[in-house]
């Protein structure tokens, strides 16, 4: 599960909650996880919004940074 707080993007993964400061613009509420792609130092991933507008995210776990792409 994915979802915006504020300026925190939170992913909980395996009952493990990561939270990711967020850079600017801040995505709407994030509802559903599609697709997570490891690259290198960094993870993308597709999520659907509640109003069904796809975004894809870059998840940066070593700097714990998140980027709406």
Same mark, same amino acid.
């Given at each position: 599960m994915?979802f915006?707080l504020l300026d925190?993007?939170?992913?909980?993964l $395996?009952?493990?909650?990561?939270?990711?400061a #967020?850079?600017?613009?801040l995505?709407p509420?994030?509802? +559903?996880?599609?697709l997570l792609?490891?690259d290198?130092p960094?993870?993308f991933a597709? $999520?659907?919004?509640?109003?069904?507008q796809? #975004?894809?995210l870059?998840?940066?776990?070593?700097h714990? +940074?998140?980027e709406?792409l």
């Open positions: 994915l915006a925190r993007l939170a992913l909980i $395996a009952e493990r909650e990561i939270r990711l #967020l850079r600017p613009p995505p509420f994030i509802g +559903e996880l599609l792609l490891p290198g960094f993870v597709l $999520a659907r919004a509640d109003d069904g796809l #975004l894809a870059r998840l940066d776990f070593r714990r +940074e998140a709406v």
